[in-house]
């Protein structure tokens, strides 16, 4: 079976000097009004997965918000779908593009797993592939770890010099097919370790000076962050990095 993917607040924010400041969320009965539902076989990697317009994702179930205000994103898992043909799910792209200098926050509950699941949450350039790739969210079949990435044009290459608490890919040269890859070390940040501890938080930093992605569990939370996701906070401490917030 596969399970449906709840997604809570998404808040991305604009950098200001040294402060960052909330300029756009996605969250409760207004989610979906700034997505664009892909209507369409799948492109990316030729599953055997067809994804369906908003109006039919709303029909059958797979995209709406639950009465907790929740937002539901999900396959189709009760059709019996036999070799060879397509299984109905759901793929959205935001209308907005954010520049550098932003953050961007994804607050999710749960994620699909399983034999032949490829859940993910990525950006991507104007003209995709050839503009880049950042991959947040990412695993695939029995994967228990999520894995990070950056997909660039030829001349980005990965120094490693920088502190980190992920394991780094094969290459460093990240217009390889993999990219370069991270993956993550806490066995809560995927499958059934992500479930168990109940979701996560993931916040990425698009930025000239570099990508950073960083992620808490639900146990871990900062409590600074936590009041983040709710209204605005004055830092967001963690033992890597620190964001400040008006």
Not at 51 to 71: H, K
Request: proline share 3%; aromatic share 12%.
């Amino acid at each position: 079976m596969v399970r449906a993917l709840l997604c809570g607040i998404f808040a991305l924010l604009a950098s200001t000097s040294s402060a960052y400041d909330l300029i756009r969320e996605y969250s409760g009965n207004t989610f979906f009004d700034r997505w664009d539902f892909y209507d369409a076989s799948d492109n990316t990697t030729f599953g055997n997965v067809t994804w369906v317009s908003e109006t039919n994702a709303t029909s059958l179930g797979l995209a709406y918000v639950d009465i907790q205000g929740d937002v539901i994103l999900k396959v189709d898992n009760t059709t019996n779908v036999t070799y060879g043909q397509e299984r109905n799910s759901v793929r959205i792209t935001t209308q907005d593009a954010y520049e550098l200098g932003s953050l961007w926050l994804i607050d999710v509950n749960h994620i699909p797993y399983g034999c032949s699941v490829w859940p993910a949450f990525w950006s991507f350039g104007p003209q995709w592939p050839y503009d880049g790739e950042i991959d947040i969210i990412e695993g695939i079949n029995l994967m228990t770890y999520n894995q990070m990435a950056v997909h660039t044009t030829p001349g980005c290459i990965y120094s490693g010099s920088v502190g980190q608490l992920g394991i780094s890919g094969s290459t460093t040269d990240c217009s390889q097919p993999s990219g370069c890859t991270v993956m993550e070390t806490s066995p809560n940040s995927f499958e059934s370790g992500f479930a168990a501890a109940g979701g996560g938080v993931w916040a990425t930093k698009f930025d000239d000076t570099g990508i950073s992605i960083w992620f808490w569990s639900v146990g871990s939370l900062d409590a600074c962050l936590m009041q983040l996701m709710v209204t605005k906070c004055s830092v967001v401490n963690n033992s890597d990095q620190t964001f400040r917030s008006l």
